[in-house]
């Protein structure tokens, strides 16, 4: 049984290919990370799926079937760019988005009152939109989304905006729906958050599947193309080294696929001016997989052209 | 079907809540009345109409027309004109010591060469510019007749644009014997009301459209609502606002009249004579829901396709223009209400919302003739219902692209091929 079912689905727009080729599925109780550059195809995969979007090729299934309008009820879908009428006062608005979800206004009102007061804004819920400022906006968002109590929450760049107080905030509430069995499939680009919260990820570039499977899986995939340095000298430039970046005294190397840690041992050895006193294989972080991989397909593409 | 009631409701509650709603329905009429009879107050006191002289109000009872003919072309007056009304004098010395005696208001003189040459000499006690408009038209009336030697004829001369003969082939429709002001004010009237209300409710659709692309809260709506649900919803919804607005003008006008009948009638309008023809409002309802449609469906699809409101001037301006025309030409409406431009207005669909109604509110109107525009009207209203949902689609609403002649073409393709 999948929540959802994408299978080889892919869009155009006039020229643009947008999303060519594109399969995954996400199952339920589980946080499913999309990820991808800028314009890689996610927001299309999303409103895709969500029937916004027609696709030219391909199938989707949520929830075991075509979705249908009782199955729309069931989903929460908080888009990247954030939509609130901002000219209406704030407790209307997301009493009359919530009722577009199937439940009636008594309930809608009923479960608003403990969310505004878990988001602080019980004090902000006569004013206009307009009037809160850009975090309290991302959170009324988060409420439009949660208010009918979705089964599946589509979320896009859930923290953007967001201080450290209100990041941890959605944290804990996407944990806590988690718990309650419900599948999130969320967008980011902070990946620590994505490491921290997703199951399993989808790595779009180009419109195409780049990378897919479980976090923990994928980093053992990746294990062997991350090192960490500690020493004096420069350790930039080495061969095989796909991007060197240093943090608190340590260097972070993020190897290209098939280069060997001896080989870049051995690169640092030979430089004269190079005092070594750490060399050790390192768990990559899903960033440094992010950036192999998307340099990767990077280079392949110019190869190709 | 449960979404596009709630977004009916929305759309309602949301617009009657602006205090802006409220403004544009009191206060718009208020001003517009301030002006138009403001002025035509201030004028009726600055000079008197020819009615007036010919009824013998003048100002103090001094004979109204003094005048003296260098020509020799007033031999008699015609019938209808009084004897104390005008007063024959030898020279010009002679004019001039009645008008200082109070004996008189003001003459003219009529040069040897007015024939030839059209030109009259006013002499009044004090400039007013338009203080002689009404007794130089009975004068040159005066002239007319003596020189043609026919009343009837000397009347088209004076007032040519009422030279139209009717010929009613049914029983007589007692509003087009309305006399020229109440045609004109009901007529104006109807007009006014209509194309009001119809231009404000279509432009809070593109309003309602465009705030939601530019809020990005479509995207939020549309995985509850399929595009024409959504605008289904809205044409609903601000058409109830439409109907209440038009409820509250008409009836605002009927207080008015009721309320103001004597102040109408010192203009010569008498609100008994103002008779609506039978089915007037199932005609004016029909007719202003298909236009309503009609336009909202128009600028609706013009929302759809901007990124903001700011680019949609010219655009919305060119979707009007035909809404427009029939207020524009309102004076040659009023006066012949059943000639060849204000009929063919009538019957074309883009006109017809805004023509029909005030030619039948005036009267005289065939019975085909609304029946045979509401029918052209419902068919183009279908079709431009059809094409504006072509242009309502997610990816359009979605799209930040700007707006220009060649994507209307290209969206409408790429619609066509859905």
Redo the contacts between chains.
Sequence with gaps: MTTVKVSHVSKS?GEVKAVQDVSFEVYPGEVFGLLGPNGAGKTTTI?MM????RPDHGEITIFDGKLTEDK??R?G?M?E????????KLE?TLL??A????IDEATAKARLEPWLERFDLTGFRQQKVQNLSKGMQQKAQLI?TLLHDPELLVVDEPFAGLDPVNTRLVKDIIEELRQQGKTIIMSAHQMHQVEELCNRILLIDHGRNVLYGEVAQIKRDFAGNALTIEGQGDFTNLPGVLEARRHNGTWNLTLDTGVDSQDVLRAIMRQDNVKLERFEIAEPSLEDIFVTVVQRAGHEEAANA | MRNVIIVIKHEIRNTLGKPSFWLTTFLLPAVIMVFSFGAQFLSRSAFETEEDVLSGQGETGAVAVGYVDYAGLIKALPPEIPATLVQAFPDEETAQAALVDGQLREFYVIPADYVATGKLVAVEKEFAPLGNLGTIDILRYIVSYNLVGDAVLARRIATPLFSVETTAVEAPDSNANQDYGTRFIVGYGVLFIFFFVLTMSSGFMLRSVSREKENQTVEVLLVSLRPRDLMLGKVLGLGVVALLQMAIWLGGSYLTLNRGGSALASFGIFIESITLPKGFVVWGLLYFVLGYILYASLLGAIGALAPNTRETGQFTFLAMLPLMLPLWLSSAFAQAPNDLLATIMSLFPLTAPTSMLPRLAVGGVPFWQPLVGLVALAATTYLFVLIAARFFRADTLLSSASMSWARVMEEFRKGSKK
Excluded: H, M, Q, S
């Design positions: 727009f409103r969500l029937d916004i979007f729309k009820n989903i879908y888009p760019e954030r939509g609130l009428y901002k000219d209406l209307p009359f988005l009722t577009l979800k199937g439009a």
